[in-house]
Nanobody, 123 residues
Framework: QVQLVESGGGLVQPGGSLRLSCAAS????????MGWYRQAPGKQRELVAR???????NYADSVKGRFTISKDNAKNTVYLSMNKLKPEDTAVYYC?????????????????WGQGTQVTVSS
């Protein structure tokens, strides 16, 4: 199994910046994409950013131009650089890994999740 360990959350003022990190460890990776999701109180979990093994990225419209997702394959780590933070960005941020596991002659999809890290944007 894969373990995802997040770091970098905290309290920042509006307009500030944070960088979240998510390190993957364990065995049986099979991960082909990683992403960041967030969930604010009273709201559904939403995709913030996603990056594939080939480097393709996509972002939620609400963060496009402010957030950047990147990865370091050698470190098995994905990052989320957040700039010009707004109070609306306040949420628990979760690291996600999308995997396809070979089992016999078939592929089995599997999602891995981090424990979540709190990001609070407030003055």
């Amino acid at each position: 199994q894969v373990q995802l360990v997040e770091s970098g959350g905290g309290l920042v003022q509006p307009g500030g910046s944070l960088r979240l990190s998510c390190a993957a460890s364990g065995s049986n990776f099979g991960i082909y994409a990683m992403g960041w999701y967030r969930q604010a109180p009273g709201k559904q979990r939403e995709l913030v950013a996603r990056i594939t093994n080939s480097g393709n990225t996509n972002y939620a419209d609400s963060v496009k131009g402010r957030f950047t997702i990147s990865k370091d394959n050698a470190k098995n780590t994905v990052y989320l650089s957040m700039n010009k933070l707004k109070p609306e960005d306040t949420a628990v941020y979760y690291c996600n890994g999308e995997a396809a596991i070979v089992s016999g002659t078939e592929l089995t999809p599997r999602d891995y999740w981090g424990q979540g890290t709190q990001v609070t944007v407030s003055s």
